[in-house]
């Protein structure tokens, strides 16, 4: 393939110039699918949701360290080679494609942005559950007090203490 041959932005040209994208490095891990977040994460089971927390801290902890090594180490070493390149190479095609490749790169960092955000929420719904967890915890064990102890609901005889 002619590393010249795609620079556009139309899918028919790149597809009959022969250019294919390919997925980005592998930094030691997949990215995990929605299937595998939701698998991981929530379990239901007729009607009821159970959160489990510590999966959704898993998830958390995966998807950072994907979304920094690919915004933080390839994206940068990209830039790299493409400024090396852009410093042997003069013509149209050299303009374009320093174009298109810096439209790109703000492309990308909008896309980290977003993947940021997410996080971020992320973040903020662990500590959600966390707190409802402890929470529910705390009434369960004052309920389950209060039974045993028989002042909720009193002895056999209808007496309460």
């Known amino acids: 393939m002619n590393p010249n041959a795609y620079f556009g932005n139309n899918p028919a040209d790149a597809a009959a110039s022969g250019y294919q994208s390919s997925p980005p490095p592998n930094h030691g891990q997949s990215a995990p699918t929605m299937a595998d977040l939701q698998n991981d994460a929530l379990v239901s089971s007729q009607g009821s949701l159970h959160v489990d927390v510590l999966a959704l801290q898993g998830i958390h902890s995966q998807l950072s360290a994907y979304v920094a ?66 929470d529910i915890e705390s009434r369960v064990s004052t309920m389950s007090n209060l039974i045993d102890s028989n002042t909720y609901y009193g002895d056999n005889y209808g007496n309460y203490s």
């Open 69 to 134: 090594g690919l915004f933080d180490t390839s994206l940068p070493q990209l830039s790299r080679i493409v400024h090396v390149l852009d410093s042997t190479w003069a013509g149209t095609n050299h303009t374009r494609f320093m174009t298109y490749f810096d439209e790109r790169v703000e492309t990308v960092k909008l896309h980290k942005k977003v993947l940021e955000d997410y996080l971020d929420a992320l973040s903020q719904a662990i500590a959600v559950y966390k707190r409802l967890e402890t």
